[in-house]
DNA sequence: TCACGATTATACTGGCGAGTAAACAACGTC
DNA sequence: GACGTTGTTTACTCGCCAGTATAATCGTGA
């Protein structure tokens, strides 16, 4: 596993190495670690993936695993996190965009449905809490707290502006999620849907709802 | 634990134990050991709880686990089959009842909720198919068919019957039971609301959907 | 070329937990 | 009362895995 061949450069004037090359390497090794780390992790789930494993699979053995990272619990949170920074980010964008209440949390729930499909984001929706140390569940409660309140206002700006009709938001925002996180559970990429079509139409059901628009189904019959 | 206590027997004349009461409990120590395991399961995951912990919270050692299950697997096979036993029948009565389409699903979705909040059905929730043997899932797997077979007719029904109007029957399966199975996630006995509250509320969201019912949120819009 | 820090490997500890062999206790039948 | 069966305990094996001590290798700078 000897590093024998050189990274092609940018065709950059300097022929000396930058002295924050090792840094960028090193951010790279710790990042080949967690992306191949989620991989297991969503697939045998956190208790049955060994780190010998992980190591194996990337021609490199435990203690490499363990300079980068202090210990398995740390794996696991960094990989929640990167997962809800990313849909952090892709609720804050949806919530800035253009467009009603109900237009912007249907991007919103689109955007969060397809990062459920795989990666750190299934491994968002894969996690129990039990999976984390106290400490790290905690950090995680926090994140998700941000991204619920993203989805919350969205919601409300929605009914402020007639477009959206619900009678508890908090407990409406459980629904549509936990519908959405289920998602990181079911979804087969070999499947015969792709990821956009199955969250294209998750969300369009989650708003149109299962009732027939019709005088017979009125709300609160 | 020596069962020092006799049970108050039914007012049954005979005063000589039934030969098949041993047999009873045989049963009712079996369904205690399934009982208690559900609950580690439930708070812990399955690969985090060690059976010398459920002995032990039985007041047994571990080897009288191993007099009723044959290993590990099949008591937790045996948890997950329970609760898609009780989900079975509950959806089979929903499915049996009057209404139309609409209702019968109301009452389906609702039950089915309410079950997920706890024991052997928050169970079937929280399993994820990594953790059964290959053999167990398969069996799993072909029960939770079944649950879904029965979902799909109730849809189809009340698309028949103009209650119901969904654009794919499997996708629409998948994400209302996908909201109401993360409620093994997140409901909280502790919480303000009880387990049918929720359940309602949420088997409401999922029927009228987000959008405001108006001509601005027409459907296909 | 050498020293030093960073990176990685070898070998290992310690603990946990599934599962079991053998022994003991309790129960039921003859 | 003896014996067989059932239920349970004690003591244990074995394997796995997180994590680490120490050594070896590599890369960099002077």
Same mark, same amino acid.
């Given at each position: 596993?000897?590093?024998?061949?050189?990274?092609?450069?940018?065709?950059?004037?300097? +022929?000396?190495?930058?002295?924050?090359?090792?840094e960028i390497?090193?951010?790279?090794?710790?990042?080949?670690?967690?992306?191949?780390?989620?991989?297991?992790?969503?697939?045998?789930? /956190?208790?049955?993936? =060994?780190?010998? #494993?992980? %190591?194996?699979?990337?021609?490199?053995?435990? +203690?490499?695993?363990?300079?980068?990272?202090?210990?398995? #619990?740390?794996?696991? /949170?960094?990989?929640?996190? @990167?997962?809800?920074?990313?849909?952090?980010?892709?609720?804050?964008?949806?919530e800035?965009?253009?467009? &009603? $209440?109900?237009?912007? !949390?249907?991007?919103?729930?689109?955007?969060?449905?397809m990062?459920? =499909? #795989?990666? /750190?984001?299934?491994?968002?929706?894969?996690?129990?809490?039990?999976?984390?140390?106290?400490? =790290? !569940?905690?950090?995680?409660?926090a994140?998700?707290?941000?991204?619920?309140?993203?989805? @919350?206002?969205?919601?409300?700006?929605?009914?402020?502006?007639?477009?959206?009709?619900?009678?508890?938001?908090?407990?409406?925002? /459980?629904? %549509?999620?936990?519908?959405? &996180?289920?998602?990181? @559970?079911?979804?087969?990429? %070999?499947?015969?849907?792709s990821?956009?079509?199955i969250?294209?139409?998750?969300?369009?059901?989650?708003?149109? $709802?299962?009732?027939? @628009? =019709?005088?017979?189904?009125?709300?609160?019959?």
């Amino acid at each position: 596993m000897r590093t024998g061949s050189t990274a092609k450069r940018s065709p950059d004037v300097s +022929p000396w190495p930058k002295p924050e090359q090792r840094e960028i390497n090193r951010a790279l090794k710790r990042e080949a670690v967690l992306l191949r780390a989620v991989e297991f992790f969503n697939e045998k789930g /956190f208790h049955a993936t =060994s780190l010998d #494993d992980v %190591a194996l699979s990337l021609n490199v053995t435990k +203690p490499t695993i363990y300079h980068y990272f202090a210990n398995k #619990d740390e794996i696991l /949170f960094a990989c929640v996190q @990167r997962g809800l920074e990313e849909i952090g980010q892709a609720a804050q964008a949806a919530e800035q965009a253009g467009g &009603n $209440g109900l237009q912007r !949390l249907r991007a919103l729930l689109i955007d969060y449905a397809m990062m459920m =499909s #795989d990666g /750190f984001g299934a491994c968002v929706g894969r996690t129990p809490d039990h999976a984390l140390s106290a400490e =790290s !569940l905690s950090r995680i409660k926090a994140l998700k707290r941000d991204t619920d309140a993203i989805v @919350r206002r969205v919601i409300e700006a929605g009914m402020a502006d007639g477009s959206i009709a619900v009678a508890d938001v908090r407990l409406t925002t /459980f629904t %549509a999620l936990g519908a959405l &996180n289920w998602i990181s @559970r079911w979804y087969d990429p %070999a499947g015969p849907l792709s990821k956009r079509e199955i969250a294209e139409h998750s969300v369009a059901t989650l708003i149109g $709802g299962l009732a027939a @628009r =019709s005088d017979s189904n009125r709300r609160g019959e």
